[in-house]
C-alpha cells in the first residue's frame, strides 16, 4: 500500500526555538497533503490543507505564523512550529491525498515536547 | 461544523467475539473511511468506501455505506488480541471538499 513517512518521529525541544517536521509520500505523488494534530485520547484536529505549489490553508483558530507550511513538491511538505512553547507538546500527523486514488494515507506521526 | 458521531466509545470484549461499531452524521458523506491507530502510530487505512450502499471486505473487516450516504458501520469477525486499537471512521462531508472529519473514535480491549 500507499507509504507515507514523517520524520524526525520524536523531537524534544527548549521554548522558543523552532522545529521542523517533514511529510513525504514515498511511493505516489500527493498534489494535497494535510496536517493534523492529536493530543492524547482525542480524535485528530485538522490543523491546515498544504497545496503543493500554493499558499496552504488554515483551520479557524490555527494560526499561520505559528505553524508555517511549505509543499514544495509532489512529495514533501514541512510543517515548522514557530518559537515552541510547551502548549504546542503534541503528536502531529500528516496525510498525504494520492492524486490518482484519492485515497488519503497518514504518516507514522512525530511527537513533539517542548520544555 | 461538520460532525460525525461514531459509537460505542469503547468496547471491551472477549477474543473471538465479534465487534460492531458505526459512524452517523447529519450531513451527506461522498466517501467514507475506516481506520486503524496503533499507540504512538499513524492512522492505517483500513477500508474505503465508495459508493451508496456498497459493501466491502478486508479479511475479518466489513464495512458498509449506508444507503442515505450519512452512515457507516465496521464490523470485525472473530477478534483476536492484535485487534486492539482505536478505530476511527472518518470522510469528506459533501461540498467539503478533500478535507476529513474523523469521528471521536472507538477504543478497541481484547481480552485473551
Known amino acids: 500500500g500507499a507509504v507515507v513517512s514523517q520524520h524526525p518521529s520524536r523531537v524534544i525541544c527548549k521554548s522558543g526555538t523552532s522545529v521542523k517536521i517533514e511529510c513525504r509520500s514515498l511511493d505516489f505523488q500527493a498534489t494535497t497533503m494535510f496536517w493534523y494534530r492529536q493530543f492524547p485520547k482525542q480524535s485528530l484536529m485538522l490543523m491546515a490543507t498544504?497545496?503543493?505549489?500554493?499558499?496552504?490553508?488554515?483551520e479557524q483558530g490555527v494560526e499561520k505564523d505559528k505553524f508555517l507550511i511549505n509543499h514544495a513538491s509532489l512529495t514533501l511538505s514541512t510543517l515548522t512550529v514557530t518559537s515552541a512553547h510547551p502548549e504546542d507538546s503534541s503528536f502531529y500527523i500528516c496525510?498525504?491525498?494520492?492524486?490518482?486514488?484519492?485515497?488519503?494515507?497518514f504518516g507514522p506521526g512525530t511527537r513533539l515536547l517542548v520544555l | 461544523g461538520q460532525q460525525l458521531n461514531q459509537s460505542p466509545q469503547s468496547m471491551f470484549i472477549q477474543e473471538g467475539e465479534d465487534v460492531s461499531m458505526n459512524c452517523t452524521s447529519s450531513?451527506?458523506?461522498?466517501?467514507w473511511l475506516w481506520y486503524k491507530q496503533d499507540p504512538g502510530e499513524g492512522p492505517v487505512l483500513l477500508i474505503a468506501l465508495y459508493k451508496a450502499g456498497e459493501l466491502t471486505s478486508n479479511g475479518r473487516l466489513t464495512a458498509q455505506f449506508g444507503i442515505t450516504r450519512k452512515d457507516s458501520f465496521l464490523n470485525i469477525s472473530a477478534s483476536i488480541p492484535s485487534d486492539v486499537g482505536i478505530y476511527f471512521c472518518?470522510?469528506?462531508?459533501?461540498?467539503?471538499?478533500?478535507?476529513?472529519?474523523f469521528g471521536a473514535g472507538t477504543i478497541l480491549r481484547v481480552k485473551s
Open positions: 496525510s498525504a491525498r494520492d492524486r490518482v486514488s484519492v485515497t488519503q494515507y
Open positions: 450531513s451527506i458523506f461522498n466517501t
Open positions: 472518518a470522510g469528506p462531508p459533501s461540498g467539503y471538499g478533500n478535507k476529513l472529519v
Open positions: 498544504s497545496n503543493e505549489g500554493s499558499k496552504a490553508t488554515y
